[in-house]
Every structure is written in C-alpha cells, then in structure tokens.
C-alpha cells in the first residue's frame, strides 16, 4: 500500500504552506455551510448500481457540517479516481441547520445510532455481495462514527480499507478494535495545519469521544496495530489541493490520485 510521497520527510520550512492554510479554515468552514443551503448536489446515478456493489462500495462519510460540498467533493474525489465500485454517501449528519454542527459534534447519542446504521449498512452489503470488499472514507467528525461502526461489527464481517480524513477523535482513543475490523488497513491522513478546528476547536468543545484536546488528525495517534497506518500530510500534495489544512483533506484531485488506489484490491 503506498500513500505516495506522504511519509516523505521534507524540510521544515514547508510547513508554512499549512499554517497558512489552518488560517482561512474558519472562513472556508463558514463559506461551505452557506453555499449548502442553495446547492447540495446529490451524487450521479452511475455512482450506485446493483454492477457497481457487486465488484465493491464505498461509503463516504463528511464532517460534523452535514451533507456539504466537501463530503460531495470526496465522494466525486473517488469517482474521479476510477474506483469502479458503487459510491454512497452516508449522511449521518443531516438536521436543522445552525444546530447540527453542535449535535454532530457533542450526542453520544447521536453518534451510537448514527455507527448502529452504519454498522447496519455494511453487514447488509457483506450477506448481499459476500465477495464485494467493503471500503470507508470518512472526514472529521465522521471518523468517529466510521471507528465506532467498526467497533460494532460481527466477527464475521469486516471492511476492506477505512480512511480517515482529518479525524477529530482524540489521540489517546484505542483504535485497536476497529483497526482490527479492516483486512488490509486503517489509514489515518492528517496535517500540522489543521490547528482551528482539531486544535482550539476541539479544545473548547470537545472531540468526537468527548475529550477536550488537540485531535489525533493534528497530533497523531498514541495506538498503533499492525493494519494501522498513518501519514502526514507532504507537500507535493498541494498541486492536488489539499494544503495541509481541514477542509481541504477533501479536494477532489487529492481524493482522486492518492485515495482511491488504497481502496482497490
């Protein structure tokens, strides 16, 4: 499995590239909720079909914002990349606008019956295509409910590949169980400039797992399994659009070439 140039070491000095992108990350945040009310694309009809789950799916799982032009963008990302299985958007963070962020975020609640359907789904496909690798591509507060879904799988059902974006999980959670759940890996991107949301963010209001601290999409995680496996971000990826900030861990180039291979065969 190759991340490309992503485990690469590259002078430090680099770094100014993410810094100043967690800068704009507020205003980008803001921008992509309000375009959301006027435009929320939905998926092509290509990206399902009964053909396409048979040779593999991947659920695609978008932050704590709801169903936005970033989770649309990861899902078109994959498309783009020539995955020839189906595509679907899990929307476990739909709800009243202005509110869901702070729900998505904050209910224990919220996220158990968000990875119970989940977990739900992915059994579902296993019984219907028992050949049909299963993969998951989550960004921010969606890495949580991917980890907790995970977590709740049969013995006898496990996933292909599951990606995290930007995960907002703190970096102490045990992600042993549900790295255990993937046959080939877990992958965990994250980037020095994701400093507003993983960092102050979720130092005021909490991480995914309700710990108030950096998140491990910031400072890595403390748990380590032989199927986990983590990069950072480099800065060749910056031609691609990912400019080691949040919200750009979804650009669609970025999604497209360095993504899409880890969830083939």
């Not at 498309?79 to 679907?88: D, E, P, S």
């Not at 224990?108 to 019984?127: M, T």
Request: net charge positive; glycine share 10%; aromatic share 10%.
């Amino acid at each position: 499995m190759s991340l490309h140039s992503g485990t690469t070491p590259y002078p430090f000095a680099w770094n100014i590239i993410p810094l100043m992108g967690g800068l704009v990350d507020f205003f980008m945040g803001v921008l992509g909720k309000v375009v959301a009310i006027f435009w929320c694309p939905g998926l092509p009809k290509r990206a399902d079909s009964d053909k396409r789950r048979r040779r593999g799916v991947t659920f695609i799982l978008g932050g704590i914002e709801g169903p936005s032009i970033y989770n649309y963008s990861i899902a078109m990302g994959v498309l783009g990349g020539r995955y020839r299985g189906a595509v679907i958007r899990f929307d476990w963070n739909a709800g009243l606008f202005g509110l869901r962020s702070l729900v998505n975020l904050m209910s224990r609640r919220h996220h158990e019956r968000q990875s119970d359907r989940l977990a739900k789904r992915i059994v579902e496909h296993a019984r219907a295509f028992p050949d049909s690798p299963i993969n998951l591509v989550a960004q921010s507060g969606g890495c949580f409910v991917v980890i907790r879904a995970l977590e709740k799988l049969p013995n006898d059902v496990s996933v292909h590949v599951a990606v995290l974006l930007a995960a907002s999980t703190s970096p102490g959670y045990d992600i042993t169980r549900a790295a255990s759940r993937c046959n080939r890996a877990m992958v965990s991107i994250g980037a020095l400039g994701d400093f507003f949301f993983l960092g102050i963010g979720t130092m005021i209001f909490g991480t995914s797992d309700r710990v108030w601290s950096p998140s491990a999409g910031l400072v890595g995680w403390h748990y380590k399994h032989p199927r986990f496996i983590e990069s950072r971000w480099h800065p060749s990826w910056t031609r691609l659009g990912y400019v080691g900030n949040h919200v750009t861990s979804s650009a669609a180039p970025f999604i497209a070439e360095v993504v899409t291979p880890l969830l083939s065969k």
